[in-house]
């Protein structure tokens, strides 16, 4: 069985479509430019659905989502249990 980390990490990989390009929970994803605004929103979804919690759009800043580890922190802060 595969980790939330683990699954938002294969889901960015398919996003990016950049061969041997190595993830982990610190790449910096927005800052670095790999990830651009209009890609968070799906980002964001797929946090939702891997992380079994309702985020509010307007908690979240680009910052938040700017490693997996930072995405997966600000699901916990913000994000309400599905119900």
Excluded: F, N, Y
């Excluded at 889901?11 to 041997?20: D, E, F, N, S, V």
């Excluded at 430019?33 to 509010?56: C, F, N, P, Q, Y």
């Amino acid at each position: 069985m595969s980790t939330p980390e683990q699954e938002l990490i294969a889901h960015i990989q398919t996003m990016l479509r950049k061969p041997g390009l190595t993830l982990d929970k610190d790449t910096p994803l927005v800052s670095s430019g790999l990830i651009d605004s209009m890609a968070l929103v799906d980002l964001l979804v797929e946090l939702e659905r891997v992380t079994h919690k309702r985020i509010s759009p307007a908690k979240v800043q680009p910052k938040d989502l700017d490693t997996v580890a930072k995405m997966l922190a600000t699901a916990e802060r913000v994000g309400k249990d599905h119900k």
